[in-house]
């Protein structure tokens, strides 16, 4: 195995071929490593993404994960977060009638930054360089063999080609309603595009089309070197050459790296870290960056297009965003956003305000994707992302619109998961009893809104949404509707109606109020626990409402009582082998005990001690979870990292604070991994987390001064952070266990003090 570090060496070996980049000291992208996470502990890999801050132009090497043995063809552009590429670039040297319209290509001595990538396919003795802009990329491709003709070839899996003397252009048909369109040309002008049939190139037809349509560029005998420049678009192929145009004025490759590279470390550079702990660095700014791959903005010379209703709009002088998995965003990743890009989240919601405004039914979306939503997962969780920008003062937007716009994803739309059916049988009976059933023992699904392979996630989808009505309460407190805010409000208390008062757990009910009989909560019925939970076991949704912590602890038992029961999860063992486990309950990975690292719903549990006066069991997990989870190595991602989802957990984490009820203007203390966190605020101000007594291994909060003054709670404000200041934490390798333990100093719940 190759273990990717950024250590001296790796710096040196990447700017031997790009000179132009001082390295006298590291600068934030220098401590991205794109290859963590690239092999998958179980499911989907996290991918080597090359691209700019939210840009609409995404790719990354097409291959199954890193040790991959082959490339199928140099990637154009990604769209959608996880897929493949758009279109196929493959180099060829050999007899024509071996060419394929996607030729499989072995690689070596790769290089990937987020700005730039350069591999070589040494089968064939070809070099590639790569660098992004937004909506635009540029190639190099040096021939080695120059003996030997030179050949391109550009395929789209289905959709038309069109050439000229020395363009290619045309597009890709997406899901639904949406095409991709591009326009290439390169430095050195083809002798002849066409298809091939035999040894014959065919040139006489200047548009191809259908599945897998490809055109072959061949150039001059002698050909050492072809620069290949090309935009993107959603719009049309003309704007893809506007595009190119407005971004790549040349063929100068070693400009649109360094320009990149600037992006970058101005963006990176919103949060500076110190320490000495460089691995710690490394993942703490490659997390940083993971978060910067969604949404993407997809404005294209103030217009773009809508898969929601399948029409050009202007953008009205706003970046339009899309390409969000909001249940796995809202938790960490936009919160995020409202400290460090206030303007951008601003912009995201009301993206999402105007696509509902352009679907056929007016529900908010929860996974709008560039081809539309998609209404994965179960729950509508976009309210809380509305909710938890407004309570921390991110006003410009609609907020009537957006909570008539959630309100009716919540209350029209149906509750089951993956379906986007209006509102049936199960939601009346949510509506009437408060609660989502299960299946009686015995009992046949004939619910037609029930997803056959999701099931009905009885838990998962009432926790999920009574939170939603908690979110929801809060907004229409904020416009003045105290009724809706009061219904809402005592709605989001149904979390008791499936509280199992003799086990201490959420426990799956069904329609005639009988708890789900014979239940293990290691081993939930339907694969990954669908017929109870969702990819993660009732140890997990033992603790998912937090909204209401404090209540969930009177529930359990009280604060001893509490830390017991989070204790008893992370010391249950999974119970069965791991193969027998992981084939049922794939996404339940990260495993300490039958805590799951790998899934959101587990991320703010670590910090759920604070709320029960033992902030120092919060501080001893939270970093024993970071080194043991998320570290600087090709499986330093324990599971599937939603565009943001996992990583900003590990960005607020190493800092030292996390967001544990979004809408709720509150950070909850954790451990901070660094001698000193700096994060760039609006109108110049800054705040910092500063650690007296720093070493990498000292974990435990011995005092807090927060401003000067002495702090004994395991909690601020977010009205705090954004006026700047100092928190210092003076640290100690052992445990402080009286600091902030009291009842006034635990994180508040429901409502702020």
């Not at 691209?51 to 097409?62: D, K, T």
């Not at 720093?694 to 002495?710: F, V």
């Not at 700047?724 to 003076?730: A, K, M, P, R």
Request: net charge neutral.
């Amino acid at each position: 195995m190759k273990k990717i570090n950024i250590t001296l060496p790796f710096i040196l070996s990447f700017f031997t071929v790009i000179p132009l980049f001082s390295q006298i000291n590291k600068e934030p992208v220098d401590y991205v490593n794109p290859y963590i996470g690239n092999i998958s502990h179980l499911l989907v890999p996290t991918y080597p993404t090359i691209h700019l801050p939210n840009s609409m132009l995404r790719v990354y090497p097409e291959r199954e994960n890193y040790t991959g043995n082959l490339l199928n063809g140099l990637p154009l552009i990604v769209t959608s977060h996880r897929g493949s590429s758009a279109f196929n670039l493959s180099p060829y040297q050999g007899p024509v009638e071996n060419i394929k319209n996607v030729i499989p290509l072995s690689y070596d001595n790769e290089i990937i930054k987020p700005y730039y990538y350069s591999t070589d396919l040494d089968e064939q003795n070809i070099v590639v360089k790569y660098a992004p802009s937004h909506q635009s990329g540029i190639y190099e491709i040096s021939f080695l063999k120059t003996a030997q003709p030179a050949y391109l070839v550009l395929n789209t899996r289905n959709g038309e080609l069109t050439k000229t003397a020395g363009s290619i252009s045309g597009y890709q048909q997406l899901a639904n309603n949406t095409k991709v369109y591009i326009y290439l040309e390169t430095d050195v002008s083809p002798v002849s595009i066409g298809t091939h049939k035999g040894e014959t190139i065919n040139a006489e037809e200047n548009t191809t089309k259908g599945k897998n349509a490809y055109y072959i560029m061949k150039f001059p005998e002698n050909t050492a070197r072809v620069k290949l420049r090309y935009g993107i678009s959603f719009i049309s192929t003309e704007q893809a050459e506007k595009n190119l145009r407005r971004e790549i004025k040349d063929y100068n490759l070693e400009a649109i790296a360094r320009r990149g590279r600037e992006v970058w470390n101005r963006t990176l550079g919103k949060i500076e870290v110190d320490g000495t702990d460089e691995d710690a660095k490394i993942v703490f700014y490659t997390s940083l960056y993971r978060t910067y791959e969604r949404m993407i903005s997809i404005s294209e010379d103030g217009r773009y297009f809508s898969a929601y209703d399948g029409k050009v709009h202007s953008d009205k002088g706003r970046t339009f965003y899309t390409d969000d998995w909001i249940w796995d965003t809202y938790r960490a990743t936009h919160p995020l956003r409202t400290i460090i890009e206030q303007e951008m989240e601003n912009d995201m919601i009301n993206s999402y305000i105007t696509m509902t405004d352009q679907m056929p039914r007016a529900w908010m979306p929860n996974f709008p994707e560039v081809t539309g939503d998609s209404r994965r997962m179960n729950s509508n969780h976009a309210v809380a992302m509305v909710a938890d920008a407004h309570s921390k003062g991110l006003k410009d937007f609609d907020l009537k619109k957006a909570y008539k716009v959630a309100k009716a994803a919540i209350t029209e739309k149906t509750l089951a998961p993956w379906s986007s059916k209006p509102a049936g049988v199960l939601d009346q009976f949510f509506i009437k009893e408060g609660y989502f059933p299960s299946l009686a023992p015995n009992e046949k699904e004939t619910v037609p809104e029930v997803h056959g392979w999701e099931r009905r996630q009885p838990i998962a989808v009432t926790l999920g949404t009574v939170y939603d009505e908690w979110c929801l309460s809060k907004i229409a407190k904020s416009i003045g509707n105290k009724k809706e805010a009061e219904y809402f409000e005592e709605r989001s208390k149904n979390y008791r109606k499936v509280f199992n008062p003799e086990t201490k757990f959420f426990h799956p009910k069904d329609s005639f109020g009988v708890f789900m009989p014979g239940l293990d909560y290691r081993f939930p019925p339907g694969i990954g626990g669908r017929d109870a939970y969702d990819e993660s076991t009732g140890y997990v949704y033992r603790f998912d409402v937090p909204h209401n912590v404090s209540d969930l602890i009177n529930l359990t038992g009280g604060d001893e009582a509490f830390v017991a029961a989070l204790e008893e999860m992370f010391s249950t063992s999974l119970g069965k082998g791991r193969p027998d486990f992981y084939h049922i309950y794939a996404d339940h990975s990260g495993n300490v005990g039958q805590f799951s690292m790998g899934n959101e719903p587990s991320m703010h549990i670590p910090y759920l001690y604070n709320y029960a006066g033992q902030p120092w069991r919060t501080q001893k997990r939270i970093r024993n979870l970071l080194t043991q989870w998320f570290r600087n190595d090709l499986m330093g991602i324990p599971g599937d990292e939603d565009g943001g989802g996992l990583t900003a957990f590990v960005v607020f984490s190493q800092i030292g604070f996390y967001p544990v009820t979004p809408g709720l203007p509150m950070y909850v203390i954790g451990s901070p991994v660094f001698e000193r966190a700096t994060l760039k605020l609006p109108e110049g101000k800054t705040f910092t987390v500063s650690c007296k007594n720093y070493s990498p291994d000292h974990k435990y909060i011995q005092s807090a001064r927060l401003n000067g003054k002495a702090w004994n709670k395991s909690w601020f404000t977010h009205k705090e952070l954004m006026k700047g200041g100092t928190l210092e934490l003076v640290m100690g390798k052992h445990a402080n266990k009286d600091w902030a333990t009291g009842k006034k100093d635990v994180p508040p719940s429901f409502k702020m003090p």
